[in-house]
């Protein structure tokens, strides 16, 4: 469960930090100028859908690890 969390964050950010750069350069701007301000707010909403991620994750493992009710007989 760890590890999935992990990966996920790390490829999230690895493509952020490389797939951003791209959009802006073929939208004709350039890429090494971009706003600190919009940096830092694309980050944060990427770090908001991974913590909303592992939240579900987290929750399915434990629903998961409860007990079933037994049909009735």
């Known amino acids: 469960m760890k590890g999935l969390a992990t990966v996920f964050l790390v490829s999230t950010l ?36 991974a913590r909303e991620h592992c939240k579900r994750e987290v929750l399915n493992d434990h629903m998961d690890a409860l007990p079933r009710p037994r049909p009735e007989q």
């Open 14 to 49: 690895v493509l952020a930090a490389f797939y951003l750069p791209l959009c802006e350069s073929w939208t004709g701007g350039d890429p090494w100028k971009r706003n600190l301000l919009q940096a830092k707010r694309a980050l944060d909403n990427m770090c908001k859908v």
